[in-house]
């Protein structure tokens, strides 16, 4: 996995082009959308729904972009519904699709939250992902480093991790290597795209405290 949150490049993966952008990239970096049976236009966050597939980068400018310049329906080839504000509704659902991963790792036995925990975790080589919440103190968040060859996701709020552990608010978090943490990582990287889009400052690696 690679730095800050994004997946490593697969030359074998399926590539698709954006409507907006006309940029070609793996699909793991884009939105995919479906036209319902009443014309409406639906994210497909799990990428599970039928229908001919629409491509979006996951950045707010392609999605307002593709919503407000009619390309929905340009590339169904047919009149569509654009549902209000897609760019907020397409962050929600993206946040809850982490949080949902995350919290299926810790019903596994695959996460751990808690500043001592993650700690220890990092400390034993346990950890591939460490998470922390944007909202969070900064001072407390620069106690603790990324793995070593590991992942840094740092764009889910307090409130969004703790409901990954069944708590009201949670700082710091870790996951384990295998199960899930992949899938964690590629949601995270499209989250990022629409919370971040501009680049964010990226953790140091290599320490573990």
Known sequence: MGRAGQPKDRADGPERKCIATGDVQPASGLIRFVVGPEGQIA?????????RGIWVSATPAALAK?????????????????????PALVERQLAERVV??????????????????????????????????????ERGKSKLSTPY???????LTAEELGRAF????????????????????????RLKGLRAPNGEKTRRKGRKS
């Open 100 to 137: 949902n991963l995350i919290s299926l790792a810790r019903k596994g036995g695959h996460a751990v939250s808690g500043y001592e925990k993650v700690k220890d975790w990092l400390a034993k080589d346990e950890a591939e992902i460490l998470i922390q919440a944007s909202d969070g103190s």
């Open 149 to 155: 060859g590991g992942s840094f996701i740092g764009w």
């Open 66 to 86: 593709a919503s407000e310049k009619g390309l929905f329906a340009r590339s169904a080839k047919q009149a569509v519904k654009v549902p209000e504000d897609l």
């Open 166 to 189: 069944g708590r009201q608010t949670a700082v710091h978090a870790a996951l384990h290597a295998g199960g899930l943490a992949q899938r964690v990582v590629e949601e995270a990287a």
């Open 43 to 51: 994210p497909d966050i799990a990428g599970k729904l039928p229908g």
